[in-house]
């Protein structure tokens, strides 16, 4: 099965670069840096430092699963063409490294969110179901955003590459990332406002858990139903009876799912305990709407403050 996605994704990759000859910069002869970012988090923080001095392309369609996006011809000529490229990193982006190994990248600025900050490994935590098919090797966690702290070290990443790109306009850069900054940490305080003041520390998702490290940056335990880049769809009974039997036992108020999700496995459990059904936004993508009505990252986890107060207490 390998085999035959590596093939069609070397034919991908062969047309795309095929398409790509003679084609203009992505920018399209506006004279503005190009960034391509393959998901919702980095297209954001770009979005937010460059305002209208670059033009940003999103490869993740909105309301499109991340995990598994498959890049088309069209968006291998976009990173192609592109001055800066942004992507996470990690096994789901495993085939951004194929693609950026068949290309001439000497022109353009790479950035990987995963290199931008301290990795910890993925875990599986007790009750949790693991993977039918395990991976070899150590997998780190891919979901670095979901921490404010982190998303500073990669606004200022994505800040300090853009001002090497395009130095006519390093002081908007700059200035942009200053306020930005400012912004995630006034987030970041909410945050802990809420976990300094709970009366507990424990966490229960009817989902794939993409928040170990916003967990790990405000001291929290979590069980969820499966680890964050996981594949799976349906829990097993066992998992299941384990987040029931968890949330009765400690009296947990809340039971969370994720954006996108069918939020089925919450709902089961909601209904064998009483626990409130709650969304916590993980900003690996949003839906349509949201996208055309310029949601942004801080809004949406913004909106995370009172589910998480609601869930500690």
């Given at each position: 099965?390998?085999?035959?996605?590596?093939i069609?994704?070397?034919?991908?990759?062969?047309?795309?670069?095929?398409?790509?000859?003679?084609?203009?910069?992505?920018?399209?002869?506006?004279?503005?840096?190009?960034?391509?970012?393959?998901?919702?988090?980095?297209?954001?923080f770009?979005?937010?430092?460059?305002?209208?001095?670059?033009?940003?392309?999103?490869?993740?369609?909105?309301?499109?699963?991340?995990?598994s996006?498959?890049?088309?011809?069209?968006?291998?000529?976009?990173?192609?063409?592109?001055?800066?490229?942004?992507?996470?990193?990690?096994?789901?982006?495993?085939?951004?490294?194929?693609?950026?190994?068949?290309?001439?990248?000497?022109?353009i600025?790479?950035?990987?969110?995963?290199?931008?900050?301290?990795?910890?490994?993925?875990?599986?935590?007790?009750?949790?179901?693991?993977?039918?098919?395990?991976?070899?090797?150590?997998?780190?966690?891919?979901?670095?955003w979901?921490?404010?702290?982190?998303?500073?070290?990669?606004?200022?990443?994505?800040?300090?590459?853009?001002?090497?790109?395009?130095?006519?306009?390093?002081?908007?850069?700059?200035?942009?990332?200053?306020?930005?900054?400012?912004?995630?940490?006034?987030?970041?305080?909410?945050?802990q406002?809420?976990?300094?003041?709970?009366?507990?520390?424990?966490?229960?998702?009817?989902?794939?858990?993409?928040?170990?490290?916003?967990?790990?940056?405000?001291?929290?335990?979590?069980?969820?139903?499966?680890?964050?880049?996981?594949?799976?769809?349906?829990?097993?009974?066992?998992?299941?009876?384990?987040?029931?039997?968890?949330?009765?036992?400690?009296?947990?108020?809340?039971?969370?799912h994720?954006?996108?999700?069918?939020?089925?496995?919450?709902?089961?459990?909601?209904?064998?305990?009483?626990?409130?059904?709650?969304?916590?936004?993980?900003?690996?993508?949003?839906?349509?709407?949201?996208f055309?009505?310029?949601k942004?990252?801080?809004?949406?986890?913004?909106?995370?403050?009172?589910?998480?107060?609601?869930?500690?207490?």
């Amino acid at each position: 099965m390998k085999k035959t996605i590596y093939i069609l994704l070397a034919l991908l990759i062969a047309a795309a670069l095929m398409a790509s000859c003679g084609q203009a910069a992505s920018s399209g002869g506006s004279g503005k840096v190009s960034v391509v970012a393959t998901t919702f988090a980095p297209y954001d923080f770009t979005r937010a430092i460059a305002g209208d001095k670059a033009e940003i392309t999103m490869l993740l369609p909105p309301g499109a699963e991340s995990h598994s996006f498959e890049p088309t011809p069209n968006d291998i000529t976009k990173i192609q063409n592109c001055d800066v490229f942004i992507y996470v990193g990690g096994e789901s982006d495993a085939w951004v490294d194929r693609i950026l190994g068949s290309m001439d990248t000497s022109k353009i600025k790479i950035i990987t969110l995963m290199d931008c900050v301290d990795k910890v490994e993925e875990e599986v935590v007790e009750g949790m179901q693991e993977e039918e098919e395990e991976e070899e090797g150590v997998a780190y966690d891919e979901h670095v955003w979901t921490s404010p702290k982190n998303a500073k070290l990669i606004a200022q990443k994505i800040s300090g590459e853009l001002c090497e790109t395009d130095s006519a306009n390093a002081e908007v850069y700059t200035q942009n990332t200053d306020s930005f900054v400012s912004k995630l940490d006034e987030l970041d305080g909410k945050f802990q406002a809420v976990v300094d003041s709970a009366s507990r520390r424990t966490v229960v998702f009817g989902d794939r858990f993409p928040f170990r490290y916003f967990a790990e940056a405000y001291g929290l335990e979590y069980f969820a139903a499966f680890p964050g880049c996981s594949t799976e769809t349906e829990a097993s009974a066992a998992t299941v009876k384990f987040l029931i039997d968890k949330i009765n036992a400690e009296e947990i108020p809340v039971v969370f799912h994720i954006e996108l999700s069918n939020a089925k496995i919450a709902e089961t459990i909601s209904e064998a305990t009483g626990a409130k059904v709650l969304l916590l936004h993980a900003c690996h993508n949003i839906t349509k709407d949201d996208f055309e009505a310029g949601k942004t990252y801080l809004d949406l986890m913004t909106d995370n403050v009172e589910p998480l107060r609601e869930a500690l207490n």
